[in-house]
């Protein structure tokens, strides 16, 4: 039901209409910097999680189906240049298709989630699989 203003009459509300125009906030505010992992993250149960799993196992009833990245020798093991390539362009991989998330994230948020990713699923290597290096001994002269 419409309800009647007599002719003349201001309503109420409209003096409220400055004070919530100008409650945007001020341009002196700063914004905190939010940290890539946390933007990394977000778009990973966002973009990823449906291919490799929350657990980084890329599994699918218990088959491989996209990237493992909690193999020491896997995709991790390629460089940042590499796999950025991968997941902006896409590329047929072992078990699947990688898709092009060009037209859907930009390059920085594809780096914000190869830093997750590197952060939450990479394994440092063993300490029993670094190579031995010999060290030459001197030559010794008679």
């Given at each position: 039901?419409?309800?009647?203003?007599?002719?003349?009459?201001?309503?109420?509300?409209?003096?409220?209409?400055?004070?919530?125009?100008?409650?945007?906030?001020?341009?002196?505010?700063?914004?905190?910097?939010?940290?890539?992992?946390?933007?990394g993250r977000t778009i990973y149960i966002k973009r990823c999680v449906?291919?490799?799993?929350?657990?980084?196992?890329?599994?699918?009833?218990?088959?491989?189906?996209?990237?493992?990245?909690?193999?020491?020798?896997?995709?991790?093991?390629?460089?940042?240049?590499?796999l950025i390539a991968a997941v902006m362009d896409g590329k047929k991989?072992?078990?699947?298709?990688?898709?092009?998330?060009?037209?859907?994230?930009?390059e920085d948020e594809v780096r914000a989630v190869l830093a997750y990713?590197?952060?939450?699923?990479?394994?440092?290597?063993?300490?029993?699989?670094?190579?031995?290096?010999?060290?030459?001994?001197?030559?010794?002269?008679?």
């Amino acid at each position: 039901m419409k309800r009647f203003e007599p002719a003349g009459r201001t309503p109420w509300w409209l003096f409220l209409l400055p004070f919530l125009v100008g409650c945007g906030g001020t341009a002196e505010q700063t914004e905190q910097p939010v940290d890539p992992l946390v933007i990394g993250r977000t778009i990973y149960i966002k973009r990823c999680v449906s291919c490799h799993n929350h657990d980084g196992s890329g599994t699918l009833r218990k088959r491989p189906y996209a990237a493992d990245f909690n193999r020491v020798d896997g995709v991790l093991s390629q460089s940042d240049d590499l796999l950025i390539a991968a997941v902006m362009d896409g590329k047929k991989g072992t078990y699947g298709s990688m898709p092009a998330f060009r037209p859907i994230l930009k390059e920085d948020e594809v780096r914000a989630v190869l830093a997750y990713i590197r952060h939450r699923f990479q394994k440092p290597p063993a300490a029993d699989a670094t190579p031995a290096v010999e060290t030459p001994s001197p030559a010794r002269s008679p």
